[in-house]
């Protein structure tokens, strides 16, 4: 069965610093995308930054030269290494990969909440 665990967020003042991880049941070698996503209240879900299988990353304006996606194929894990935080980074971080052209797998999500 498929499924993604993110872990690694939590309470941190502005200007600091969090890695988020997430961990796949399956090869992440194997999946051609893997994405983290955020949602804060009141707001749609944001995509955030993207990793290809060939490494290659993009971002979203607001995040760029602060985050930092990676991923580790001996463990199957995808980071979100997360500098220089702001308040407005503050929300639910969730990892995402397209199973399918239907489908696609979530984790549980991880709360960032970052004190002015």
């Known amino acids: 069965q498929e499924h993604l665990v993110e872990s690694g967020g939590g309470l941190v003042q502005a200007g600091g610093s969090l890695r988020l991880s997430c961990a796949a049941s399956?090869?992440?070698?194997?999946?051609?995308?893997m994405k983290w996503y955020r949602q804060s209240p009141g707001n749609e879900r944001e995509l955030v930054a993207t990793?290809?299988?060939?490494?290659?990353?993009n971002y979203v304006d607001s995040v760029k030269g602060r985050f930092t996606i990676s991923r580790d194929f001996a463990k199957n894990t995808v980071y979100l290494q997360m500098n220089s935080l702001k308040p407005e980074d503050t929300a639910v971080y969730y990892c995402?990969?397209?199973?399918?052209?239907?489908?696609?797998?979530w984790g549980q999500g991880t709360q960032v909440t970052v004190s002015s």
């Open positions: 995402n990969y397209p199973y399918s052209a239907n489908v696609e797998v």
């Open positions: 399956r090869m992440i070698s194997s999946i051609n995308v």
């Open positions: 990793i290809t299988r060939g490494g290659l990353t």
